[in-house]
């Protein structure tokens, strides 16, 4: 049986990295940002929690000791089944589960969140891929979040989703009980384009659509062009730090990092950052 996370002691970041739909790159950048972070000397997790779709980002040909479903499932602990990725980045395999969803008590995913931030002593931040998501766990695990970043294209339909996205996952909480401690900083990122100017009015719009219809503050991580290259075995492309597209996750880590480092050392979260 798998020990349960401690009650006290500091916590590690969580930077949730959501879809609106699929095919965006959500996973790919998920995957990429916590190398990157890596690469800047942080001791990073990347935990694939995508119940819908997950299972396919094993970074390389990772052997697997357990999943996100083990641990849910109160087989195993976030521990047991944490592997070396890419970079030196500890990663939790995801697993297609989502017919099994219902079959996890809400406890049992407070718990898996609990292991999540209890991993402070080694690990510095957590990146948590949930693909495109709506559902309860996501739900929590975008309440739970220090950060929470929105990839989208700048086709229609997937800034239509994010929108969306936004509205069912954090959208939900009556405005007048909204704090610090309600709900993370929102961010959107634009992938696979080298248009910075749509780029930057997609950006515009959804932040917005957010502050009209929702009272959110959406900020702006960036753009990140399309990379050349094919995916890797396990269907996932890892940028060379090199490329555009490296340096533009770069950027975002770099602020992203900046953001929830502020919050910590204020004692608040950065709801109110964006």
């Not at 997937?158 to 939900?172: I, P, R």
């Not at 060379?240 to 204020?266: G, I, P």
């Amino acid at each position: 049986m798998r020990a349960t996370a401690g009650a006290a002691g500091p916590l590690a970041p969580l930077l949730v990295v959501a879809g609106g739909k699929g095919g965006v790159g959500t996973t790919t950048v998920a995957a990429n940002l916590a190398i990157t972070l890596a690469r800047q000397g942080r001791r990073t997790v990347f935990a694939d929690a995508d119940l819908d779709h997950g299972g396919h980002a094993l970074l390389s040909g990772i052997q697997h000791r357990g999943s996100v479903v083990d641990v849910l499932a109160g087989r195993q602990s976030v521990h047991e089944v944490l592997e070396r990725g890419p970079c030196g980045i500890q990663v939790l395999s995801g697993a297609w589960a989502a017919d099994e969803l219902t079959s996890y008590s809400t406890s049992a995913q407070e718990r898996f969140i609990g292991e999540l931030k209890h991993l402070a002593p080694h690990a510095d931040v957590v990146v948590v891929d949930v693909g495109s998501g709506r559902n309860p766990f996501t739900q929590r695990l975008w309440r739970a979040a220090d950060a929470v970043l929105v990839v989208t294209t700048t086709e229609p339909a997937a800034v239509m989703n994010a929108y969306a996205a936004t509205k069912t996952l954090a959208g939900t909480v009556d405005v007048a009980e909204r704090d610090t401690d309600t709900l993370p900083a929102i961010y959107s990122l634009i992938n696979r384009t080298s248009d910075a100017a749509t780029a930057d009015d997609v950006q515009a719009r959804i932040a917005t659509a957010c502050r009209r219809f929702l009272a959110l503050e959406i900020g702006a991580a960036g753009v990140v062009p399309e990379c050349p290259g094919e995916p890797d075995v396990a269907g996932v492309m890892v940028f060379s730090d090199r490329t555009e597209a490296s340096r533009a996750l770069d950027r975002a880590c770099e602020m992203l990092w900046t953001r929830m480092s502020a919050a910590k050392v204020d004692g608040i979260r950065p709801a109110r950052r964006a």
